[in-house]
Nanobody, 122 residues
Framework: VQLQASGGGLVQAGGSLRLSCTDS????????MGWFRQAPGKEREFVAA????????YYADSVKGRFTISRDNAKNTAYLQMNSLKPNDTAVYYC????????????????WGQGTQVTVSS
């Protein structure tokens, strides 16, 4: 599993961005895909996760109702649609893959992408 995250950028508060995470390996569909973020001086925090079947999703309370995680197993790609962005959503966003669903712990994810910067201006 080799993950490549993209789609970050600078957006005004209230705007939207869609992040993508593509796996260049061959076992994407077997893993739970997750998104995490890390703001300067803060610990990496869970954002959202989706099971391989796409029928189960899990969100941090801070993004529930604003962010949507999805995946296309045929394209080996996971997405994070972010709407109604706020300045405190500013962070480096990482995608990750792991075997367990329902966990918010970064150490439960085995594979990580390189991160993409999201900056929300007020």
């Amino acid at each position: 599993v080799q993950l490549q995250a993209s789609g970050g950028g600078l957006v005004q508060a209230g705007g939207s961005l869609r992040l993508s995470c593509t796996d260049s390996g061959h076992i994407f569909s077997n893993y739970v895909m997750g998104w995490f973020r890390q703001a300067p001086g803060k610990e990496r925090e869970f954002v959202a996760a989706i099971k391989w079947s796409s029928r189960s999703t899990y969100y941090a309370d801070s993004v529930k109702g604003r962010f949507t995680i999805s995946r296309d197993n045929a394209k080996n790609t996971a997405y994070l649609q972010m709407n109604s962005l706020k300045p405190n959503d500013t962070a480096v966003y990482y995608c990750a893959a792991g075997p367990s669903f329902g966990t918010k712990a970064p150490y439960d994810y085995n594979y990580w992408g390189q991160g993409t910067q999201v900056t929300v201006s007020s």
